[in-house]
Structure formats: C-alpha cells, structure tokens
C-alpha cells in the first residue's frame, strides 16, 4: 500500500527565505504528484500537478520537482513571504490512475514565515 | 481550474442524527468522485470512490452502512452520516474528476462536522 511521507513535518523561517519541503512515496508506480496548500480549517488548493512523465513544474515562486525511481519530490519556495503560512500537503495518484484512484497524501509540513 | 462546492460548510448536530452532505461539480461533469476525511492535525484520508450510477467503492476500516454515498447524477454527490456519533467529527472533502479534467482531481472547500 502506497505511504507518502513528508519531512518536516513542520518549519518557521524568517521572511525572505528559500526553502525546500520534501516528499517521499514508497511506490514509484505512480500516475501523477501533487502539491496542495491548506489553510488552517479550510480546503485545498492545487499548487501544482506533476505527470509521472515529468520531471519538474513551476508556477511563479514555486517549484516542484519529481524523482519517480527514487520516490522522491521536493518543492521549492522562493524569497518566501507571511502569505506563504499554511500547511503544504503532498498526494500521489497510483499507478492505476486515470480516475480509478483517490489519492494519497502525506501528513503536511506546517510552514511558518515570520515578518 | 474546475469547480467544486459543497454545502454545507459547516454542521452541528446532534448524537444519533443523520446529516447529508452535497458535493457538486459546477462546471464540469465528474465521472469519479472521491469523499476523504480529516481529523485535527491528520492529512486526508480516503474514505470512499463512487462512479456515476454505480455503488461506492469503500476503503478498508469505512463502513458502508454508516456513510451512505450516492452519486446520482455526473454533477452531484452526497455522503449521509447516519447515526452520527462524536467520534464522526470531522472535516469531510470531497473530490471531482471527469472529461477534460480527467487527469486531475478537483476539490471542494471541505464540511466541518461537529456531533455533540
């Protein structure tokens, strides 16, 4: 059975940094990886969606990236900012994908950017 | 990206009580939909798949009886908590997937669930 890990599991930098989350999954047979950000009580938003076919995407200050042999993908947080405060969720899609699956996330890093 | 709603927000009810919650795909035709849970300081767990017209595919440990899907139309799907018990607190979200989005899910804003 698929099991996503996410290291930390929580981090508080001060404004202005670049930070990395990492992302580990222990079946590489996966459709797709994505990253979501959770604000405290509310619901999901999609950061970004990477393809088993990918390697990396990047959408304005964040990147993610995928190492599907190793079972690995991290993302990068540009020149971090306060805005940035929220949990960061990791899910995969397994091999079967295509619909058939719901996805797999991790327990979070909870990111703390201090002004 | 796609659009997904749920209603209600946010519920309290009473030990014993049903409660329905609606998931709705408002702009696109969702095939799939998914129904996860989380518990305070918890990442989503899946809960259950449920196909358009067809019976819900539920995950080990969830009980079928206790958390009624139904998935009547390709744009609307509702999970009934029936005899709701505190230990059924929980932030329920639902997902979507279909047609030009089928690569990727879509989700709802999530119900907060309070059972005194």
Known sequence: KQEVTQIPAALSVPEGENLVLNCSFTDSAIYNL???RQDPGKGLTSLLLIQSSQREQT?????????KSSGRST?????SQPGDSATYLCAVDGSSGGGADGLTFGKGTHLIIQP | GAVVSQHPSRVICKSGTSVKIECRSLDFQ????????????QSLMLMATSNEGSKATYEQGVEKDKFLINHASLTLSTLTVTSAHPEDSSFYICSGRGGLTDNEQFFGPGT???VL
């Open chain 2, 30 to 41: 969702a095939t799939t939909m998914f129904w996860y849970r989380q518990f305070p300081k």
């Open chain 1, 59 to 67: 959408s304005g200050r964040l990147n993610a990236s995928l190492d």
């Open chain 1, 34 to 36: 994505q990253w979501f």
């Open chain 1, 75 to 79: 993302l990068y947080i540009a020149a």
């Open chain 2, 112 to 114: 907060r669930l309070t």
